[in-house]
């Protein structure tokens, strides 16, 4: 079992910065990738960034160029760096964790942090 907990939403004007914190405990060592999920009111929740065990990345092309998704192996925690908000940021993000062993693969969610950007 693999838990999340995410931190570092609020209200931030449009063109300010904020960094999410996605915390994991339980049984790591199977994780294939992490990465962040947001879902706006009335919409479907949808990929944000990614990062893979080898350290590559994807991201949304909405998000390009102002957020950054990185990983202290350390302190076990995912972080998601994002500049230059606007309003159409705002959403309810989620960590996420997959697992690829043991079959089958698990998807594991945090409770999810919400974002406001105002204009």
Known sequence: ???LVESGG???QTGGSLRLSCATSG???SIDRMGWYRQAPGKQ????AVIFNGGSTNYADSVKGRFT???D???NTVYLQMNNLKPEDTAVYYCNAVELYPPPIKNYWGQGTQV???S
């Open 1 to 3: 079992q693999v838990q």
């Open 10 to 12: 609020g209200l931030v």
């Open 27 to 29: 049984s790591r060592f």
């Open 45 to 48: 929740r949808g990929l944000v």
């Open 69 to 71: 998704i990185s990983k």
């Open 73 to 75: 192996n350390a302190n």
């Open 116 to 118: 406001t950007v105002s």
